[in-house]
C-alpha cells in the first residue's frame, strides 16, 4: 500500500502546538528538496565528466568528503570548515585546496539549476502560511545554504550553515542551532526544527529540548514524523482558520504498511 498521513494528533509526541510556535527552523538537504532525485541527476553529470576526463578522481573525492564530514559530526568536532578538507585529501592524496575546489563546484553550484524541479511539493506554501502568521523563519544546514534557497524559490529570515565562523560545528552539534536560537531571541520551547536526519536534526533539536519533525517515508518508533508538506500536521499553517470556525473536514487517510 502506498500513501500515509498522520493526522497531527496522532504524532507519537503529541499534537503540535503551531499556535505556541514562533520560530521554525528547517533543515535543507533532503527536507526542503528530495535529495535521491537530485543525486540521480547529479551522478549522471559526474559519470559524463568521468568519461570525459577518463578518471574516476572526482567522485573519489566526492565520496571520501561526505565520508569525512559523516565522521566529523559522529565525533562532534569543531573547526570543521579546514578539517574536513585536511582529512580529505589525506584520504585522497590531493591539496586541500583541491579538494576545496571540487566540492565547491560539485556540491555547492552544479546542483543549483537542479533544485527547482527537485523541491518537495508544497513546502512553499508551508513557507507562505508561516510568514503570513508572524513567525520566524530559519535555515540550518551543515552545508552553505542561502544560494541553494534562492534556487528553491523559498526565502528565510535567518540562514546559518556549519561553516559559518561563529558555528564550525555539524549537528548533532549543538553549535549551529544555539546561534539560530540565539539570533531569533526565541526560546527553544516555542521553536520547532524540521528535519530529515534523526541522527543529525532530531538529535540537535533534542540536545536543546526543542520540538521536531522529520520527514520521513515511513514511521519511527518514538520520533515525530511527516510524509510530505500536505500532511495534516501542516494545515494549521497552510490552512489557517477564523477564531471560532470549525475544523476542516477531514480528508481521507491512506495508510501504509
Not at 86 to 99: I, M
Request: charged share 25%.
Amino acid at each position: 500500500m502506498t500513501g500515509s498521513t498522520l493526522p497531527n494528533g496522532a504524532l507519537p509526541n503529541g499534537p503540535v502546538d503551531w499556535d505556541r510556535v514562533r520560530l521554525v527552523v528547517f533543515d535543507l538537504d533532503g527536507t526542503l528538496y528530495d535529495q535521491r532525485r537530485l543525486r540521480a541527476r547529479m551522478l549522471l553529470r559526474l559519470v559524463a565528466d568521468a568519461a570525459r576526463r577518463c578518471s574516476l578522481g572526482t567522485i573519489r573525492v566526492l565520496r571520501a568528503f561526505r565520508d569525512c564530514r559523516e565522521e566529523l559530526g559522529d565525533a562532534l568536532a569543531t573547526d570543521v570548515a579546514a578539517r574536513q578538507y585536511e582529512l580529505t585529501a589525506e584520504r585522497c592524496g590531493q591539496s586541500p585546496e583541491s579538494v576545496r575546489k571540487t566540492v565547491e563546484e560539485w556540491i555547492e553550484r552544479r546542483p543549483l539549476d537542479l533544485l527547482p524541479a527537485c523541491r518537495c511539493r508544497g513546502v512553499e506554501r508551508v513557507f507562505a502560511g508561516l510568514a503570513v502568521q508572524g513567525k520566524t523563519i530559519a535555515v540550518l544546514s551543515d552545508y552553505p545554504a542561502s544560494e541553494k534557497l534562492k534556487a528553491l524559490g523559498l526565502g528565510a529570515s535567518i540562514v546559518v550553515s556549519a561553516m559559518d565562523p561563529e558555528v564550525g560545528a555539524l549537528k548533532p552539534h549543538p553549535a549551529g542551532l544555539a546561534h539560530v536560537l540565539n539570533r531569533a531571541q526565541v526560546p527553544a520551547e516555542q521553536a520547532i526544527m524540521i528535519g530529515d536526519r534523526v541522527e543529525r536534526d532530531w538529535a540537535v533539536a533534542q540536545s536543546h529540548g526543542m520540538r521536531a519533525l522529520i520527514r520521513s517515508a515511513s514511521p519511527i518508533a518514538g520520533v515525530d514524523t511527516f510524509r510530505g508538506y500536505d500532511d495534516e500536521i501542516f494545515w494549521p499553517v497552510t490552512e489557517p482558520q477564523p477564531m471560532g470556525a470549525p475544523a476542516p473536514a477531514p480528508r481521507s487517510l491512506t495508510i501504509s504498511s
